[in-house]
């Protein structure tokens, strides 16, 4: 019995410091020391499914994940930029506005808004902002929204984006660099989160939130994926895809996650792009903050145990590691936790040190590792009504961490909507 405790403890503590710490560093080591992938020239274009071959914007660079500057190839491809909106009214003229006045051939760039369902005036703004297509849709949520957008896009490439996040002006140049490489098939930017400014004492005391911290962290790891290989998670603000590359997938299951792993299964590769910036603003709360994740991981359970994310068939030895410790260790974090501390709790109880009754020779150090779990979730407790940074990092972790497992709970217990509602201070 001892020794399966000990087991269950240390493995469940080494793989939550893997997912968690050791698979950062050693990802930033192999794309420090390898060579990166060779770029478009060293490859045969790919043909566009009309039959003729989509030419690459983007200036070249070594890695063809990092092309950044302005194009000067004057045959830049169409793009039609895509917004899925459901009750957008407050933002979404703003967000037409934001993608009329990107630097990109206006005769090549079609803005189009399908709108969901909408029961507000989201879509009189976006046609008087300018949008090139607005598409009055029945309620079926934002996947079926951009499936029925794609369906009416000229461009060849298609890009998205949130009716909330505004691109910087030479985002979108940036963004279809990219697929200079003939084997890009989708390719992300990056997303900036920021708080919304302060009106208030009251205002000021809620902003607490430190996604910042983590996305900085998240898109670092991205960054040495997409060197190496391909990402394993996208973003709803800034990405694109090649028209042939389009996947219709369940309604239920977002394309951040769902569209990585299955562009690689397919033979694409799927690329960080960090110059092509949008900007977002984040939820102010870190309890804001479990609430969006909870809803978010209520769509990513079902693409991780029925989308295909853990067969490992076309991944290749590299990615099926990155897949498995970046995303489905990561989303087991809260269930190791749990059988972590569980097991240790146990270990201490059987065998208290300096008690009376058997001894262990590493009591001492299963009394250290318990105390450290308690300690962190007392901070988080603490976070709460203290505002010190240390202590809202530890209550964002565990809070966040704690909604990968009720994500599942919600999933399981009344299954996930296609249908979204934003979520709250981000407007």
Request: hydrophobic share 45%; net charge neutral; aromatic share 8%.
């Amino acid at each position: 019995m001892r020794t399966a405790l000990e087991i269950v403890l240390w493995t469940a503590l080494a793989l939550i410091v893997w997912t968690q710490l050791g698979y950062a560093a050693i990802l930033a080591l192999l794309a420090r020391v390898l060579r990166p992938r060779p770029s478009e020239e060293d490859a045969p274009p790919r043909a566009h499914p009309e039959g003729r071959t989509l030419k690459g914007t983007g200036r070249q660079a070594t890695n063809t994940a990092e092309h950044s500057g302005a194009s000067q190839d004057p045959a830049l491809p169409s793009v039609s930029l895509i917004v899925a909106a459901h009750d957008e009214q407050a933002v979404v003229a703003e967000k037409v506005r934001n993608a009329l006045a990107l630097d990109y051939p206006r005769e090549l760039l079609e803005v189009i808004v399908a709108c969901d369902g909408c029961t507000d005036a989201t879509a009189a703004q976006a046609r008087e902002a300018g949008a090139d297509l607005v598409l009055d849709l029945l309620r079926g949520g934002k996947i079926r929204a951009q499936d029925a957008a794609v369906a009416r896009a000229r461009g060849e490439l298609v890009a998205f984006s949130d009716a909330n996040s505004l691109w910087e002006p030479d985002a979108l140049r940036v963004l279809v660099g990219a697929f200079a490489d003939a084997r890009v098939g989708y390719a992300c930017g990056q997303v900036r989160f920021f708080q919304a400014p302060s009106t208030s004492p009251a205002q000021a005391a809620k902003a607490t939130n430190q996604e910042g911290l983590y996305w900085r962290y998240e898109m670092a790891q991205r960054l040495a994926e997409s060197r190496l290989r391909s990402i394993t998670a996208g973003n709803g603000a800034i990405y694109a895809t090649r028209r042939e590359s389009y996947i219709v997938v369940d309604p239920i299951m977002g394309h951040d996650l769902s569209f990585p792993f299955n562009m690689v299964k397919r033979g694409w590769r799927a690329v960080y792009v960090p110059e092509a910036g949008a900007s977002e603003k984040m939820v102010p709360s870190i309890e804001g903050e479990l609430a969006r994740k909870r809803r978010m991981m209520s769509h990513t359970w079902p693409i991780v145990l029925h989308g295909g994310m853990l067969d490992p068939r076309g991944y290749g030895v590299a990615y099926a590691l990155m897949i498995l410790s970046h995303r489905v260790l990561r989303y087991c974090t809260a269930f190791l936790h749990v059988l972590a501390f569980a097991a240790n709790l146990a270990l201490v109880l059987a065998y208290p040190p300096g008690g009376t009754g058997p001894t262990h020779p590493a009591s001492g150090v299963y009394t250290v590792t318990l105390a450290l779990q308690v300690a962190l979730f007392v901070c988080a407790g603490l976070g709460g009504l203290v505002h010190a940074r240390p202590l809202l990092v530890a209550r964002y972790y565990v809070l966040t961490t704690a909604s990968l497992a009720l994500g599942l709970w919600d999933w399981l217990r009344h299954g996930t909507s296609a249908a979204w509602e934003a979520a709250e201070g981000t407007r």
